[in-house]
């Protein structure tokens, strides 16, 4: 079982620059041995995929609004996970979400194959 805990996310301007930031807290196996990701929702809309980083971090994969401009990044030493974004838009403007599951498997798109989900955290970018 994980628990995740988000850091704050911030109200920017377009074109700006945040780093959002998850910590982990797992009971059982190590936090290697899980998937991460991101997923945002923007309000009116469904959770959308972000971007998820295998468990050795050597594996990423991007939605196409993240592709370019986001990056994720994991370290496993301290059991955090990071979502690094650049150039950011009005259309960015959510709330942001980590996540986590165990292993490897799964329709890293569909939010509903994510068991372990943090807060939540928004992020308001504007002109």
């Known amino acids: 079982q994980v628990q995740l805990v988000e850091s704050v996310g911030g109200s920017v301007q377009a074109g700006d620059s945040l780093r959002l930031s998850c910590a982990a807290s797992?009971?059982?196996?190590?936090?290697?041995?899980?998937?991460v990701g991101w997923f945002r929702q923007a309000h009116g809309k469904e959770r959308e995929f972000v971007a998820a980083l295998s468990g050795d971090g050597r594996s990423a994969l991007y939605s196409s609004a993240a592709r370019n401009r986001f990056a994720i990044s994991r370290d496993n030493a301290r059991d955090l996970q990071f979502l690094q974004m650049n150039a950011l838009k009005t259309e960015d403007t959510a709330d942001y979400y980590c996540s986590a599951l165990y292993g490897s498997r799964a329709n890293f798109y569909s939010a509903t194959d994510w068991p372990y989900w943090g807060q939540g955290t928004q992020v308001t970018v504007s002109t």
């Open positions: 797992v009971r059982t196996s190590a936090f290697e041995d899980y998937t």
